[in-house]
């Protein structure tokens, strides 16, 4: 079993990163994030599209999705 570094350790690590090295990691992080919550989208897109193909949405205007929302 990994044992999972904690937070405060990564980040003592981080800092005897020089500057540039820590750049390049925060750029890394950027794009990867960036690639997870992109991969997640199509997710939601393609669990959406099949929740309406199968009948379980309805339809609703946006002044009722604002009033659900405000309520």
Do not use: W, Y
């Not at 570094?5 to 540039?20: A, G, K, R, Y």
């Not at 990867?32 to 009948?55: H, P, S, W, Y």
């Not at 609703?60 to 009033?67: A, G, K, R, T």
């Amino acid at each position: 079993m990994t044992v999972r570094p904690s937070f405060d350790s990564v980040l003592s690590i981080v800092e005897q990163l020089t500057v540039d090295e820590q750049l390049t990691l925060v750029d890394i992080l950027k794009n990867r994030l960036a690639e997870v919550k992109r991969k997640q989208i199509a997710t939601d897109i393609k669990n959406a599209r099949q929740e309406f193909k199968n009948g379980e949405c309805e339809v609703v205007s946006v002044d009722e999705i604002l009033h659900d929302i405000s309520s």
